[in-house]
């Protein structure tokens, strides 16, 4: 699954609409990613860099995280139990594999719901 894909999972298991945008930083193109916010304004949503949009989401979905020295686990009765809970090794790194984890989890949650329709 490609990182767009995990982002617009993720985003419709919390109920949040987003839209992608492509640009030009420092010489190099890159495809952004933007949340609607309650108060109607576009602003960008990086949940997998973003340690405030990761809670956020967390939050919402009501995940389950914790940490150990090697890795970062998110859990949510929605998961499958092969993937309860979601773990990201560390990799020097726990903030980034928390991160990752909790969208990792909330796309797969929102799989599960789409899966069961």
């Not at 999972?9 to 916010?37: D, M, N, P, T």
């Not at 109607?40 to 995280?65: F, I, Q, S, Y």
């Not at 020295?69 to 020097?92: F, I, K, Q, T, W």
Request: aromatic share 6%; glycine share 6%.
């Amino acid at each position: 699954m490609t990182d767009r894909e995990l982002l617009e999972l993720a985003a419709k298991a919390a109920g949040y609409s987003i839209r992608f945008h492509q640009g030009v930083c420092k010489g190099g193109a890159y495809e952004g990613c933007e949340r609607l916010w309650p108060d109607g304004e576009w602003r960008p949503w990086r949940p997998r860099e973003d340690d405030g949009d990761a809670l956020r989401l967390a939050v919402k979905l009501k995940m389950k995280l914790w940490h150990s020295d090697c890795g970062a686990y998110a859990d949510h009765e929605s998961l499958p139990e092969d993937m309860r809970p979601c773990r990201e090794d560390a990799r020097n790194d726990r903030n980034a594999a928390t991160r990752r984890t909790i969208v990792r989890a909330a796309a797969e949650i929102q799989r599960q719901r789409e899966a069961s329709k």
